[in-house]
Nanobody, 124 residues
Framework: QVQLVESGGGLVQAGGSLRLSCAVS????????MAWFRQAPGKEREFVSA???????YYGDFVKGRFTVSRDNAKSTVYLQMNSLKSEDTAVYYC??????????????????WGQGTQVTVSS
C-alpha cells in the first residue's frame, strides 16, 4: 500500500520559514518524480515544485528563489524548505509522486499518488 504523509505545516508570520516533509512508503521512491502542489480555498490546485527522478528541481514561477525542494532517498522523504513566506502562500500543501513523468510535471493529473495535505497559514 502506497502512502504519502506530509508534515511540517503550521502558522507562521510573513517573512518566516517552514520546512514541509513528505514520508513515502510502498513504492520505489528513488525512481519517482516527487512534487509539491498547493490549493487555497476557492482556487485550483497549483504547482509548487517538482524533483525529478534524475535529481533536477523545478519550481513554479511564483517561488522566485524562496523555496528549495530536496529528497533523502535513504529515508524515502522529500522536503520543501520555504523561506520568506508571504500571506499569499497560505494554502493546503500536498505532495505527490509519479513515475515516467518527463515534461508535464506541473499537471496534477500526471501524478499517481497523493498525500492528505498539510495546512500552511502565513499571517501578515
Amino acid at each position: 500500500q502506497v502512502q504519502l504523509v506530509e508534515s511540517g505545516g503550521g502558522l507562521v508570520q510573513a517573512g518566516g520559514s517552514l520546512r514541509l516533509s513528505c514520508a513515502v512508503s510502498g513504492l520505489s521512491f528513488n525512481r519517482d518524480t516527487m512534487a509539491w502542489f498547493r490549493q487555497a480555498p476557492g482556487k485550483e490546485r497549483e504547482f509548487v515544485s517538482a524533483l525529478m527522478w534524475s535529481g533536477a528541481p523545478y519550481y513554479g514561477d511564483f517561488v522566485k528563489g524562496r523555496f528549495t525542494v530536496s529528497r533523502d532517498n535513504a529515508k524515502s522523504t522529500v522536503y520543501l524548505q520555504m523561506n520568506s513566506l508571504k500571506s499569499e502562500d497560505t494554502a493546503v500543501y500536498y505532495c505527490a509522486s509519479g513515475r515516467g513523468i518527463k515534461v508535464a510535471f506541473t499537471r496534477p493529473l500526471q501524478y499517481d499518488y497523493w498525500g492528505q495535505g498539510t495546512q500552511v497559514t502565513v499571517s501578515s
